[in-house]
């Protein structure tokens, strides 16, 4: 590949750097890091070393050095550039951990859902991070938000109240179709009311340009509608096919990677069937839902 997605560095507060990484498209996701007394604390590391090498610099320009990595989940789009800052501590829930271990590297998945970068994955090493302490202080009075699930098993998110920044992790998207593949919808929309309860100024989302406020309200409002409807269609027995014939994805239907809808619904009526809880996100079919 010639190019790398483009990188937009900007400090949204006081020492709170976010990188916005292209369009936010698949294997394209955003970065902040965290500047405080020459201490630097990196949440996301994007899918490369290449990717993240531009944040190192960064950091290196305001004269911090990278104590901290935290990786909001398990996802390699979040992960990949881990190597980079290998002498700070990286940190993540324990429950990603477990999940990415589970997951292992599967290389022909990623070449085959990133064809972009497929030449880079058979050399990229995948530093695991390690189980989070808590409490963990962070830079600019931080404070850890977890979730579990949501858009995964766990999802962390980083709120700070002194300057109404929130960094969402892949609980947030804007101007790309989230994606629920590996979560539970009924969480996402509990995790979503909980940032919007934070009323934050600046949001930080896991893909996709800054946001607002708004942003969240709009992507609750997606997943009620696509809980919902996944809901009703289950009980008057409808296909996925059928179900998504009725639709309609607002504001979202101009987003990127519009497949997502099917595959976010077809969640939705999992997660109504029971097919997938909160205790398991991929349990088999057991037994019928009662009633
Ligand atoms: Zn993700």
Known sequence: MSEWPKQIISEVADGIFAVIHGQG???????????????????????????????????????????????THHHVDHMG??????????????RSIDAGQKLGFPVAVYEHLMPRFKEHF???????????????????????????????????????????VLLTGDVGFKGVVPLALNGLVSGWIEALNTLIALKPEVVVPGHGSLGTLEDLLVLRNYFTTIHNLGHEAVQAKLTLRDALAQ????????????????????????????EISRIDLSAPVLSKPLG
């Open 25 to 71: 498209e698949m294997g394209v996701s955003n970065a902040t890091f965290i500047v405080e007394q020459g201490r630097a604390c990196v949440v996301d590391t994007m899918t490369f070393p290449e990717m993240a090498a531009q944040m190192a610099q960064a950091i290196e320009r305001q004269g911090a050095h990278v104590d901290t990595v935290l990786n």
């Open 81 to 94: 550039g881990n190597a980079v800052f290998t002498g700070a501590r990286i940190l993540a829930h324990p």
């Open 122 to 164: 058979a050399d990229l090493e995948l530093v695991i991070p390690e189980p989070l302490p808590d409490p963990m202080p962070l830079p600019q009075e931080g404070e850890i938000l977890t979730f579990m699930p949501a858009h995964t098993a766990a999802d962390l998110a980083v709120w700070f109240p002194k300057s109404r």
């Open 247 to 274: 639709f309609d994805p607002g504001p979202l239907g101009k987003w990127l990677e519009s497949e997502r809808h099917a595959i976010n619904l077809e969640r939705a009526m999992k997660e109504a069937r029971g």
